[in-house]
Protein backbone atom coordinates (compact mmCIF):
# COMPACT_ATOMS: atom_id res chain seq x y z
CA UNK A 1 0.00 0.00 0.00
CA UNK A 2 1.42 3.34 -0.89
CA UNK A 3 2.28 5.85 2.05
CA UNK A 4 0.30 8.87 1.92
CA UNK A 5 1.55 12.31 3.08
CA UNK A 6 0.19 15.43 4.34
CA UNK A 7 0.71 18.49 2.28
CA UNK A 8 3.11 19.70 5.69
CA UNK A 9 4.54 16.25 5.44
CA UNK A 10 5.24 16.40 2.10
CA UNK A 11 6.54 19.99 2.42
CA UNK A 12 8.95 18.36 5.35
CA UNK A 13 10.16 15.40 2.60
CA UNK A 14 10.79 18.28 0.18
CA UNK A 15 13.32 20.19 2.68
CA UNK A 16 14.50 16.60 3.12
CA UNK A 17 15.14 16.33 -0.62
CA UNK A 18 16.68 20.34 -0.30
CA UNK A 19 19.39 18.41 2.39
CA UNK A 20 19.91 15.56 0.39
CA UNK A 21 20.84 17.40 -2.64
CA UNK A 22 22.82 19.60 -0.92
CA UNK A 23 24.76 16.93 1.07
CA UNK A 24 25.55 15.07 -2.58
CA UNK A 25 26.58 18.46 -4.43
CA UNK A 26 27.88 21.02 -2.12
CA UNK A 27 31.56 20.46 -3.27
CA UNK A 28 31.23 19.32 -6.91
CA UNK A 29 32.27 20.94 -9.72
CA UNK A 30 30.67 18.72 -12.30
CA UNK A 31 28.12 15.95 -12.41
CA UNK A 32 28.32 12.67 -10.32
CA UNK A 33 27.63 9.93 -11.84
CA UNK A 34 27.62 7.82 -8.32
CA UNK A 35 24.76 10.52 -7.07
CA UNK A 36 22.83 10.19 -10.43
CA UNK A 37 19.82 7.53 -8.25
CA UNK A 38 19.88 9.74 -5.20
CA UNK A 39 18.89 13.04 -8.01
CA UNK A 40 16.54 10.69 -9.73
CA UNK A 41 14.74 10.09 -6.21
CA UNK A 42 15.20 13.84 -5.32
CA UNK A 43 13.76 14.72 -8.68
CA UNK A 44 10.69 12.39 -8.06
CA UNK A 45 9.94 14.39 -4.92
CA UNK A 46 10.36 17.77 -6.45
CA UNK A 47 7.65 16.91 -9.71
CA UNK A 48 5.22 15.78 -6.92
CA UNK A 49 5.28 19.36 -5.17
CA UNK A 50 2.59 20.06 -7.80
CA UNK A 51 0.35 17.16 -6.34
CA UNK A 52 0.30 18.27 -2.93
CA UNK A 53 -0.28 22.22 -3.39
CA UNK A 54 3.29 22.72 -3.31
CA UNK A 55 4.07 23.97 -6.96
CA UNK A 56 5.13 27.69 -6.21
CA UNK A 57 7.93 25.87 -4.34
CA UNK A 58 10.03 24.54 -7.09
CA UNK A 59 10.65 25.33 -10.78
CA UNK A 60 11.66 23.53 -13.96
CA UNK A 61 15.52 24.44 -15.08
CA UNK A 62 15.84 24.18 -18.53
CA UNK A 63 19.82 24.37 -18.52
CA UNK A 64 19.75 21.86 -15.69
CA UNK A 65 16.44 19.53 -17.32
CA UNK A 66 15.46 19.62 -13.73
CA UNK A 67 12.88 20.97 -11.28
CA UNK A 68 14.69 22.98 -8.44
CA UNK A 69 14.19 24.48 -5.27
CA UNK A 70 12.34 28.39 -6.12
CA UNK A 71 14.84 30.69 -4.82
CA UNK A 72 11.78 32.28 -2.26
CA UNK A 73 11.96 28.47 -0.82
CA UNK A 74 15.24 28.22 -0.20
CA UNK A 75 15.24 31.94 1.67
CA UNK A 76 12.24 30.96 3.45
CA UNK A 77 12.73 27.60 4.19
CA UNK A 78 14.56 26.69 8.09
CA UNK A 79 17.39 24.17 6.04
CA UNK A 80 19.04 26.43 4.90
CA UNK A 81 19.69 27.75 8.38
CA UNK A 82 19.84 23.93 9.57
CA UNK A 83 22.54 23.38 7.12
CA UNK A 84 24.56 26.66 7.91
CA UNK A 85 24.38 25.31 11.69
CA UNK A 86 25.66 21.96 10.38
CA UNK A 87 28.65 23.18 8.30
CA UNK A 88 30.12 25.33 10.89
CA UNK A 89 29.63 22.57 13.79
CA UNK A 90 31.12 20.06 11.41
CA UNK A 91 34.08 22.82 10.72
CA UNK A 92 35.48 23.59 14.52
CA UNK A 93 34.23 19.41 15.28
CA UNK A 94 37.21 18.72 12.30
CA UNK A 95 38.96 21.60 13.36
CA UNK A 96 39.61 19.89 16.66
CA UNK A 97 39.99 16.67 15.57
CA UNK A 98 42.88 17.06 12.97
CA UNK A 99 44.20 19.54 15.69
CA UNK A 100 44.63 16.73 18.44
CA UNK A 101 45.50 14.18 15.95
CA UNK A 102 48.41 16.44 14.76
CA UNK A 103 49.53 17.10 18.34
CA UNK A 104 49.20 13.67 19.96
CA UNK A 105 51.62 12.24 16.34
CA UNK A 106 53.73 15.14 16.70
CA UNK A 107 54.31 14.62 20.70
CA UNK A 108 54.86 10.65 20.59
CA UNK A 109 56.14 10.38 16.99
CA UNK A 110 53.36 7.80 16.54
CA UNK A 111 54.28 6.66 12.78
CA UNK A 112 51.36 3.98 12.61
CA UNK A 113 47.68 4.30 12.49
CA UNK A 114 47.20 0.98 14.97
CA UNK A 115 49.49 2.91 17.63
CA UNK A 116 47.18 6.18 17.39
CA UNK A 117 44.43 4.22 18.36
CA UNK A 118 45.52 1.78 21.60
CA UNK A 119 43.70 2.36 24.53
CA UNK A 120 45.94 4.98 26.17
CA UNK A 121 46.43 7.38 22.89
CA UNK A 122 42.71 6.64 22.04
CA UNK A 123 42.10 8.59 25.95
CA UNK A 124 44.37 10.98 25.26
CA UNK A 125 43.19 11.98 21.51
CA UNK A 126 39.84 12.55 22.94
CA UNK A 127 41.02 14.65 25.90
CA UNK A 128 42.72 17.02 23.09
CA UNK A 129 39.69 16.88 21.13
CA UNK A 130 38.19 18.40 24.36
CA UNK A 131 40.66 20.79 25.29
CA UNK A 132 40.73 21.88 21.31
CA UNK A 133 36.85 22.20 21.05
CA UNK A 134 36.64 24.25 23.82
CA UNK A 135 39.85 26.69 22.82
CA UNK A 136 37.67 27.38 19.62
CA UNK A 137 34.62 27.44 21.27
CA UNK A 138 35.98 30.32 23.33
CA UNK A 139 38.49 31.77 20.88
CA UNK A 140 37.29 30.67 17.32
CA UNK A 141 40.56 31.23 14.88
CA UNK A 142 42.31 33.98 16.73
CA UNK A 143 44.64 32.02 18.38
CA UNK A 144 45.51 29.86 15.30
CA UNK A 145 48.86 30.34 13.39
CA UNK A 146 50.01 28.60 10.72
CA UNK A 147 53.61 29.47 9.62
CA UNK A 148 52.64 29.59 6.07
CA UNK A 149 50.83 33.18 6.89
CA UNK A 150 54.00 34.64 7.76
CA UNK A 151 56.83 32.86 5.54
CA UNK A 152 54.48 33.46 2.10
CA UNK A 153 54.86 37.06 0.25
CA UNK A 154 52.60 38.76 -2.26
CA UNK A 155 54.25 37.09 -5.52
CA UNK A 156 54.19 33.61 -3.52
CA UNK A 157 50.45 34.01 -3.47
CA UNK A 158 48.39 32.34 -6.88
CA UNK A 159 45.96 34.83 -8.50
CA UNK A 160 43.96 31.92 -9.44
CA UNK A 161 43.35 28.33 -7.52
CA UNK A 162 44.52 25.69 -8.97
Not at 80 to 109: C, H, I, P, S, Y
Request: aromatic share 10%.
Amino acid sequence: MPTQFSREEYRKLMDLAMIASWVLHVFETEENPETRDYDQVIQKIYEGAREKGLGDLVAYDEQAGACVPTPDYEEESEVMDLLEDFEDNLFWFGLAQRMALKTLVDKKGIETYDELFDQENAAQLRALESLFADEFYENGLNNIHANLSTDVSDSDIPKEPH
